[in-house]
T-cell receptor, first 114, second 113 residues
Framework: EPEVTQTPSHQVTQMGQEVILRCVPI?????FYWYRQILGQKVEFLVS????????KSEIFDDQFSVERPDGSNFTLKIRSTKLEDSAMYFC????????????FGPGTRLTVL | KNQVEQSPQSLIILEGKNCTLQ??????????LRWYKQDTGRGPVSLTI?????NTKSNGRYTATLDADTKQSSLHITASQLSDSASYIC????????????FGRGTSLIVHP
């Protein structure tokens, strides 16, 4: 069964460093998403991506964040200068159509900023 | 403000028993409501998706209901199993323009043998 994969599973970084979180969405999906979940809190939407551009982004997704689909399979989230409060679980998701249809989530990357 | 409130915050039941989780929302205009199951340290897995015109949807032992007039949904789990222990999250999306979904905090369900 096809699934969304994410690497690394755990990333530890120093405050101020850049990190890139990687995702491989399900191969025939066209819509891609990043979410985050701070420990003990609810999942929060960051950004949606379609046709090589951002469709929507939340208030959380400020200039420190960027997304890219560098090739036909990978979807990345870059945080330019990490802050302590960026420590969270980051989930990638994909869907074959937008909005209504089911989104498939990856297992997440746990980001720890020291 | 678009909000999704879930109750109870946590629930402990014995294996084999049924339970019902609640979700109230203020998201408007309404597009769809989803229930997800999230195991600890894992990504959410979709259980059901309902639009305005659907008032019940089942997925195995999971049955979701939706009352769009009162803006309430419930997730009923029948004959619970130990593997049902997880967080159950209600997510509501708006119609017209912005897709951005609003997540509830989830109900933590523990099933004891």
């Amino acid at each position: 069964e096809p699934e969304v994969t994410q690497t690394p599973s755990h990333q530890v970084t120093q405050m101020g460093q850049e990190v890139i979180l990687r995702c491989v969405p399900i191969s025939n999906h066209l819509y891609f998403y990043w979410y985050r979940q701070i420990l003990g809190q609810k999942v929060e939407f960051l950004v949606s991506f379609y046709n090589n551009e951002i469709s929507e982004k939340s208030e959380i997704f400020d200039d420190q964040f960027s997304v890219e689909r560098p090739d036909g399979s990978n979807f990345t989230l870059k945080i330019r200068s990490t802050k302590l409060e960026d420590s969270a679980m980051y989930f990638c998701a994909s869907s074959d159509t937008s909005g209504y249809n089911e989104q498939f989530f990856g297992p997440g990357t746990r980001l720890t900023v020291l | 403000k678009n909000q999704v409130e879930q109750s109870p915050q946590s629930l402990i039941i014995l294996e084999g028993k049924n339970c019902t989780l609640q979700c109230n929302y203020t998201v408007s205009p309404f597009s769809n409501l989803r229930w997800y199951k999230q195991d600890t340290g894992r990504g959410p897995v979709s259980l059901t998706i309902m639009t305005f015109s659907e008032n019940t949807k089942s997925n195995g032992r999971y049955t979701a209901t939706l009352d769009a007039d009162t803006k309430q949904s419930s997730l009923h789990i029948t004959a619970s199993q130990l593997s049902d222990s997880a967080s159950y999250i209600c997510v509501v999306s708006r119609a017209g323009g912005s897709y951005i979904p609003t997540f509830g905090r989830g109900t933590s369900l523990i099933v004891h043998p």
